[in-house]
Nanobody, 123 residues
């Protein structure tokens, strides 16, 4: 069974850091482009990063550029999202998603989705 499982969410103060993990089971993540997305209450889903499956290319929107970093550990079949300098507006449920086409993941379309992990940034 193909699954993506996110972990690492929690409560953090503004300015703090968290590292989210996206673990794959039933398939090999390094064959797929992986995207991280978030959705806050009452807001539309937003892409926050993507890493390609071919050349290691990455994408970040301006809202997180310089603060978030996506990386892979192929030995662990896991993709990470390191989030630094967190802001209250980063509060959301964070999802990872996988697809064979990097461009479609950047566009928010993917074959496989995790169930999400909640990140709350609050003092």
């Amino acid at each position: 069974q193909v699954q993506l499982v996110e972990s690492g969410g929690g409560l953090v103060q503004p300015g703090g850091s968290l590292r989210l993990s996206c673990a794959g089971s039933g398939f090999t993540l390094d064959y797929y482009a992986i995207g991280w997305f978030r959705q806050a209450p009452g807001k539309e889903r937003e892409g926050v990063s993507c890493i390609s499956n071919s050349d290691g290319n990455t994408y970040y929107p301006d809202s997180v550029k310089g603060r978030f970093t996506v990386s892979r550990d192929n030995a662990k079949n896991t993709v990470y999202l390191q989030m630094n300098s967190l802001k209250t507006e980063d509060t959301a449920v964070y999802y990872c998603a996988a697809d064979s086409d990097y461009r479609t993941v950047v566009a928010g379309i993917a074959d496989y989705w995790g169930t999400g992990t909640l990140v709350t940034v609050s003092s």
